[in-house]
């Protein structure tokens, strides 16, 4: 089940189920029990209901599978403690359709998902040693969460990743989705001269504010077109340092209004502080 939150879309855990209850003090009873496990006797006094219908109901919502008995405690005899069997419910009266994906990011992630295909690429770099520096890209990681983006917006897809260095030539010419920087992606060093927000040297250059960025956690999201062929397209996401990506990943859940306008330049943040990033603050 897909819910949304301020974080975006979320996937929810959900249980499909052929009958549920119609009773305000069932439902009452699985609002609690979504809070905390408990025993029928405690039920009643947080809820000021007799103890009576609490076990008629606890019983019926066992038998059609939303709670059931875990651990057993001692409380004047024994007594069997319920939670729910899932945190979310669903009841289907139709067969299911395809998922409409969701609107909002239509415009940005066009041409790279088309009539819900994804159209494009994803250029990730090798973690092998490659390049004049012989580096090795961490970046990978992070396009799973990129993956698990584009997959909430496509209906289906077929193998599309593809490292720097295993691309040719004629796919280059095509939509590319480029996750990392100069340094461990040679198809971001090939296109980012010619992007309005681009590496200049080790740093992030925005042309359409004059600003340099230096921070090691800084990292943009750039819509343009392919310099290689102009009715293709080019999504970058990339960052200083892999912190940096980091950011424009998380920044790709975060902050859809703002992809809008075809970039955004960010800067994660570690709000935890247990030394990862795990937020991201906006720069432009």
């Given at each position: 089940m897909v819910r949304d939150s301020e974080n975006g879309?979320?996937?929810?855990?959900a249980r499909e189920v052929q009958e549920f209850p119609r009773s305000k003090l069932a439902i009452r009873i699985l609002q609690h029990l979504a809070k905390k496990p408990s025993y029928p006797k405690?039920?009643?006094?947080?809820?000021?209901?007799?103890e009576q219908k609490i076990y008629y109901h606890i019983r019926k919502m066992e038998k059609m599978k939303l709670i059931r008995a875990g651990r057993q405690e001692a409380i004047g005899g024994v007594a069997k403690v319920y939670s729910l069997t899932r945190h979310a419910f669903v009841m289907r009266f139709g067969d299911f359709v395809p998922a409409e994906r969701v609107p909002s990011?239509?415009?940005f992630l066009s041409p790279f998902v088309k009539n819900g295909v994804l159209n494009?690429?994803?250029v990730i770099g090798s973690p092998d040693p490659h390049g004049p520096e012989k580096a090795r890209s961490r970046d990978a990681y992070y396009a799973v969460d990129l993956a698990l983006f584009i997959g909430s917006h496509i209906a289906s897809a077929s193998p599309s990743v593809v490292l720097d260095t295993d691309i040719d030539k004629e796919e280059t010419r095509g939509n590319l989705i480029i996750v990392?920087?100069?340094v461990t992606n040679k198809i971001t060093k090939l296109v980012n001269p010619s992007l309005p927000v681009r590496f200049a040297g080790s740093n992030v250059y925005s042309s359409y504010s004059g600003k340099t960025y230096k921070s090691d956690e800084a990292g943009f999201i750039i819509r343009s077109k392919n310099p290689l062929n102009k009715d293709a397209g080019i999504l970058l996401l990339a960052g200083r340092r892999?912190?940096?990506t980091k950011a424009a990943i998380l920044a790709l859940f975060r902050h859809k209004q703002e992809l809008e306008k075809g970039y955004v330049i960010v800067e994660g943040v570690d709000e935890d502080g247990d030394g990862a990033v795990d937020s991201v603050r906006m720069l432009e």
């Open positions: 879309k979320e996937l929810v855990a405690e039920i009643s006094r947080l809820l000021k209901e007799e990011y239509s415009g494009a690429k994803i990392g920087g100069p892999h912190s940096g």
